[in-house]
């Protein structure tokens, strides 16, 4: 009977999660106001339930709102109750908390494409952001809006946010909300000619675009860019470089199928309105008359006449036109050149129009689906409008874009988008200009505005951190108030500010004492930094705040890889190695063992390579490293086959739970290391297979879809590590894309902005090829010179909240003296054993502001925010923060009863760690 009661309490521990009922009474609704209390809306879409809202007339942190609003959380065995992996309410299910526990065991941290994100508005407010704190670290006050939303988000938080506004969960209480359809976004200038500037650094020669890791053209965002030059520098030497070069290559880009044949109607109107821009000949352009073989080329049926009719869809095609785009241009082109086009050309246009005035993308023929999108409907409108004759369907056009347009100014993309989209926002606003809508053009300039990144370009999608050339061109005509329609180089003076003023991307002046422009950091005031002992005590940091006795692994241990690659401190380098060789226990009980699962159905595989890693640059035996075999662990733990949609394993050669690339990486690369190139072939095999077309490698496993400075320069010290023919040509398109990244001033694109941790990565992994990209390493030196403070520590980006931060800095110092991970040595000979950790005495007397640290031993969970860590519990190297969630052991999580807990930063948007 003892045995069995044992058991059971065994079970129970195992089991143990953090459950808070709502408030007996819940405050009602109407108990807040608009400058009274605070309101929080709970999205229970995806479970089948509807948006449920809660007050507390007395707000004191985004924690407490939930449940004085009525609302039932669970955090997770791992992480403890600030981070709320469940949410219930009395009002759906009979308050039942989902996700449920056939989909979410809750004991480790959530992935990042399945888990509460959480997404906060200040009082006045009406655009949300996704919360750089905890809900216990999120301090509240009367007139703030918070909001929960089930499922995933990119890296930079810029997908899978809320698809109500704050003043949709306001009006509920205040009846405040804006008359339908009215933009009410603030007033803003696209800097248009930083844009243009940031689309003429990336042509090659000066004269192209080339597609990401090649030498192609790429004819259109070629031509985008050659606009963007006329609207914003009028006649220009660049301009004619640009255009001479696509007059010289007509043939290819207009006439793919030869010039005998019927052009590719787009490309060939796209040429036509360039010279129609820059005061050239559409008719001798390359040899061609544009025009005149577009007039030339009209279909006189489509395939219902059972004849013959390549590259057309129905009666009034422009040939090979194939989308609505190529018919647009083609007529907006013959129009601007005074030649009437064939009326059934134009008429084609208005039979793409849906019933609701939007027009579709696609060239359908009558009677098929139609469903338009914001882009197609404002330049179709735009031609339309010009053509003259059509006002009932330039009407209808308008209403369609009254109605899609957000309240905060921008379009959607497509129809059931959540995100404004940068390129629908941009097109609808070159029409509405052109259509006199002066307000609504404005309020879509105004968030293209708050869309502009630091470089100067624009991403794809609100919230975007990677810049791309075609919407970066589009914006440039939205915010120069004109397009194609319009476009001229006949200009007194250029629209933008004047091309002598900086570029945006310029950080600021740093604090005195820091080290001069144009040199690297002073790496031993960075080393200083780190090891202050009112900071790393007795061997390790800490973690959340400064009363916590557990340990921070995953900072701990990047901070010593930047003292291997310095070489600056052996003595507390030993420290740290001993600590962690010594099993790492903490004051809370906790150890490396918990920190990487080994032994357990968690193991986690970036945290065990992350581990592997450190014991061989020191000299180490990563087979006996801790007590572990860390070697086994890895080979133990390569998943054989996929078990998703369960957690563990994306595919064969993930490790178990190795859930971004970064974590992957660390895996391999102590393998490869280790010796054991057999064993690591599946893992890399999986890898590589990661690698997209243009070069870079995502952030998140399974792909996440999106191109990641941090993952493809890990990704590229591990491939380097793994030699061969085809790693090399891996390495070599990684690193052509690393260098396309590099913004200005020297500094890469993170979660953050532009991002000290994220340059840091790029200067290493740049650092593979030294010799051909020297001008870029030292461009990047110099950026984290100019982000080093007085005090030796390092911001976190050049265009956020000043001070010093330890993962920043870890990862500055690392990333400075371009060492890879898979090559990082350093002896130990000569240091002596450090005192030996106490570890019921671990608390730090200092916590360094801006230190945004996550989940168990770093591991970046999301916290209660959603957003993930700041290190990276499986391999962070103060980096993006994708989501780690590491296993908090069964015999430890009844220490968590009492633990107090206030979750900073666990979002990867920001935290830049976590891996």
């Known amino acids: 009977m003892t045995a069995l009661v044992t058991a059971f309490l065994v079970l129970a521990a195992a089991c143990v999660s953090f459950v808070t009922t709502a408030s007996a009474a819940a405050d009602p609704i109407g108990e807040c106001t608009a400058t009274k209390g605070a309101v929080v809306a709970v999205d229970f879409g995806p479970f089948g339930g509807d948006l449920v809202r809660g007050c507390d007339p007395t707000p004191t942190t985004g924690y407490e709102l939930l449940h004085d609003g009525g609302f039932g959380t669970t955090g997770t065995g791992h992480d403890g109750p600030g981070f709320i992996c469940r949410i219930g309410h009395g009002s759906f299910d009979g308050g039942t908390q989902y996700p449920t526990p056939d989909r979410d065991d809750c004991v480790l941290t959530p992935p ?77 200038e696209v800097d248009a000619t930083g844009a243009a500037t940031w689309l003429k650094d990336r042509l090659t020669d000066g004269e192209r675009v080339v597609d990401d890791g090649s030498d192609v053209p790429n004819y259109l965002l070629t031509t985008e860019t050659a606009y963007a030059l006329a609207a914003t520098e009028g006649k220009s030497a660049a301009l004619d470089k640009v255009t001479a070069f696509l007059a010289a290559h007509a043939d290819d880009y207009a006439y793919p199928n030869g010039t005998g044949e019927a052009p590719d109607a787009a490309a060939a109107a796209r040429l ?57 241009l083609s007529v907006l082109a013959l129009l601007r050149a005074g030649t009437a086009p064939a009326a059934e050309t134009v008429d084609r246009l208005t039979q793409m129009q849906c019933r609701d005035g939007g027009v579709t993308s696609v060239l359908i023929r009558p009677g098929e689906n139609c469903d338009g999108d914001p882009a197609t409907t404002g330049l179709v409108a735009l031609v339309l409008d010009q053509a003259g004759g059509h006002d009932e369907a330039v009407t209808k056009a308008r209403g369609y874009l009254a109605k899609t347009q957000r309240e905060d100014g921008a379009f959607p993309g497509y129809t059931g988008a959540t995100s404004g989209s940068v390129y629908a926002t941009a097109y609808a606003a070159q029409a509405l200009h052109g259509l006199g809508d002066t307000e609504r053009a404005e309020a879509a300039v105004g968030w293209l505005s708050r869309q502009q990144l630091g470089g100067g370009g624009f991403g794809f999608e609100e919230g975007a951190t990677d810049p791309a050339p075609y919407p970066t ?44 422009p144009g040199v690297g950091p002073d790496l031993k005031k960075g080393v200083a930094y780190l090891t202050d002992t009112a900071q790393l005590k007795q061997g390790h940091y800490h973690l959340f705040d400064p009363k916590s ?11 010593a890889y930047a003292l291997a690659a310095t070489g600056l401190d052996n003595n507390t380098l ?134 990641d400075v941090d993952s493809t320069a890990i990704a590229a010290m591990a491939l380097d590590m793994a030699g061969g023919a085809e790693a090399e ?76 931060d330890l993962r920043a800095s870890a990862q500055a110092v690392s990333g400075a003296t371009g060492i890879s991970f898979g090559e990082l040595e350093r002896s130990l000979a000569g240091t002596s054993p450090q005192p030996t950790p106490d570890p019921s005495d671990g608390v730090p007397d200092i916590v360094t502001p801006g230190d945004t640290s996550g989940g168990y031993g770093a591991s970046g969970g999301y916290g209660a925010s959603g957003g993930q860590g700041a290190s990276g519990g499986g391999g962070a190297l103060a980096s993006t923060g994708v989501q780690v969630g590491l296993l908090a052991a069964i015999a430890a999580l009844m220490v968590l009863a009492g633990w107090r807990v206030a979750v900073m930063a666990r979002r990867r948007a920001t935290a830049e760690g976590g891996r």
């Not at 010279?275 to 050239?280: G, K, L, Q, Y």
């Not at 006795?549 to 901070?559: K, W």
């Open 729 to 804: 040509q891996a390495v070599d398109r990684a690193l052509a894309w690393l260098a396309s990244r590099q913004l200005p001033g020297g500094g890469f694109p993170g979660t953050v902005g532009i991002s000290v941790n994220s340059t840091g990565l790029a200067v290493q992994g740049l650092s593979l090829d030294a010799s051909r990209y020297a001008d870029e390493i030292a461009g990047g030196r110099k950026f984290l010179a100019g982000q080093q403070n007085a005090d030796g520590g390092f911001n976190t980006s050049a265009d956020g909240q000043r001070g010093s």
């Open 549 to 559: 006795p557990e340990a921070d692994f995953g900072l701990t241990i990047d901070t």
């Open 574 to 707: 030993r420290g740290i190695v001993d600590f962690i060789d010594d099993g790492g226990k903490d004051g809370a009980g906790k150890s490396i063992r918990d920190y990487t699962g080994v032994g357990t159905a968690y193991a986690q595989g970036g945290a065990i390579g992350k581990t592997a890693l450190l014991a061989q640059a020191v000299g180490r035996d990563a087979r006996d490293f801790a007590g572990l075999d860390l070697i086994a662990a890895l080979e133990k733990g390569t998943c054989a086959k996929s078990t998703l949609p369960k957690r563990g394993c994306a595919a064969k050669g993930n490790y178990t739970y190795a859930e971004s690339v970064f974590k992957q990486s660390l895996g391999v690369m102590a393998q490869l290391r280790a010796g054991e190139k057999e064993a690591a072939q599946e893992p890399l095999a999986y890898l590589v297979s990661l690698q997209q077309d243009n070069g870079a490698w995502p952030s998140l496993i399974p792909s996440s879809g999106d191109s």
């Open 473 to 516: 061109a589009v914006a440039v005509l939205a915010g120069t108030h004109t397009s194609l329609a319009t476009l001229t180089t006949k200009k007194a003076e250029p629209t933008g500010p004047p091309t002598s003023q900086p570029p945006t991307s310029q950080p600021p002046t740093t604090e005195p004492g820091t080290p001069p």
């Open 272 to 328: 036509a309105l360039l010279a129609e821009s820059t005061e050239a000949d559409p008719r001798a352009v390359g040899g061609h008359d544009l025009l005149g073989d577009l007039a030339a080329h009209v279909c006189a049926a489509g395939p219902e006449s059972g004849e013959p009719t390549p590259g057309c869809t129905a009666k009034g095609d422009f040939r090979n036109a194939g989308y609505t785009e190529g018919q647009a």
């Open 112 to 188: 990042a494409t399945a888990y509460w994100s959480y997404w906060v508005a200040s009082p006045g407010e009406d655009e949300w952001s996704y919360s750089q704190y905890g809900a216990m670290s999120r301090n509240l006050k009367d007139g703030d809006v918070d909001a929960w939303v089930y499922g995933g988000t990119d890296i930079g938080g810029g997908t899978g946010g809320p698809d109500f506004s704050p003043d949709d969960v306001r009006a509920g209480e205040t009846g405040g909300t804006p008359a339908p359809g009215t933009p009410t976004g603030a007033p803003g």
